[in-house]
């Protein structure tokens, strides 16, 4: 007889290695990728490329282990920048009655439907 596990956490995040979900692991991965480009690559004395890194490395720890509200920070920048985007005023107008016709927009009418009229029922007492 076969054995079968029910699931029962299935709001979390699987871990995969020392804690981490593969969101915060590969995160890391690329905050680590950056810092390490920062140090290596920049063309600026070592002081500055240490202390990019650095800024990198705090981002990066930021991104990945604070979580307000219990969502990750990349999700709440993706909303900060959503809010950033969006025109605080709506301004409503009228649509146009007569719009231009030289944009090769056109517009289709539909004939209205003709309902036939309905049948009277036949009397019962008028057959021969």
């Known amino acids: 007889m076969e054995r079968h ?41 070592l002081a500055l490329r240490l202390v ?21 920070a990349e999700e709440w920048a993706f909303v900060v920048l959503r809010f950033w985007a969006t025109p605080r005023v709506a301004v409503w107008r009228p649509r146009d009655p007569m719009p231009d016709r030289s944009e090769g927009l056109r517009e289709v009418v539909l004939p209205t439907p003709v309902r036939p009229e309905p049948v009277a029922p036949a009397l019962e007492g008028s057959r021969s």
């Open 5 to 45: 596990e029910i699931p029962t956490h299935l709001n979390t995040a699987d871990r995969a290695f020392l804690g981490l979900t593969m969101r915060q692991l590969l995160s890391a991965a690329v905050g680590l990728a950056l810092a390490y480009g920062a140090t290596s690559d920049l063309p600026l004395p």
């Open 52 to 72: 990019a890194a650095a800024v990198v490395l705090v981002a990066t720890l930021v991104l990945v282990f604070w979580r307000p509200a219990g969502r990750p």
